[in-house]
């Protein structure tokens, strides 16, 4: 259930880039997401049709792309693929190791339909 604040963030962002660019609209937003994270693409979309509405960023599209989790050996620096079963180091063998990638979650770039120039 904790897409709700996180949708919530993402609209205040969009909304704050939307004014800050005159839009009159925000037609797209870009999110990464990493495979650790527990976050469904689906519920974020279904708070985001609530929420979004009657602001500028209503009916913007959410695009989601997803990163693969990454381990990395704090003894030899090995970065290598997460696999559940087995979060050995490959390298050294040692278990001695930290996410390097799949636990991230930002917005990666804003789409919006400004004012024409001139
Ligand atoms: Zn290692």
């Known amino acids: ?3 709700l604040p996180v949708t919530q963030s993402i609209l205040e962002i969009a909304v704050r880039n939307g004014s800050q ?3 009159r609209r925000v037609t ?4 990464v997401i990493g ?6 693409d ?3 979309q279904f708070y985001w049709d609530m929420i979004a ?3 500028i960023a209503e009916g913007a599209t959410l695009h989601f792309r997803r990163i693969e989790a990454e381990l990395m050996c704090n003894d030899c620096g090995e970065r290598f693929p997460h696999n559940r079963e087995d979060v050995s180091c ?3 063998g040692g278990r001695n190791v ?3 990638a799949g636990d991230e979650f930002f917005m990666e770039a804003i789409e919006v339909d400004g004012e024409p120039q001139g």
């Not at 797209?28 to 999110?31: A, H, N, P, S």
């Not at 495979?35 to 469904?40: A, D, H, V, W």
């Open 1 to 3: 259930m904790h897409e």
């Open 21 to 23: 660019a005159n839009a």
């Open 28 to 31: 797209d937003i870009y999110l």
């Open 35 to 40: 495979e650790l994270s527990s976050l469904i």
């Open 42 to 44: 689906e519920s974020i």
């Open 53 to 55: 509405k009657d602001t």
């Open 90 to 92: 490959p390298g050294c």
């Open 98 to 100: 930290k996410v390097a």
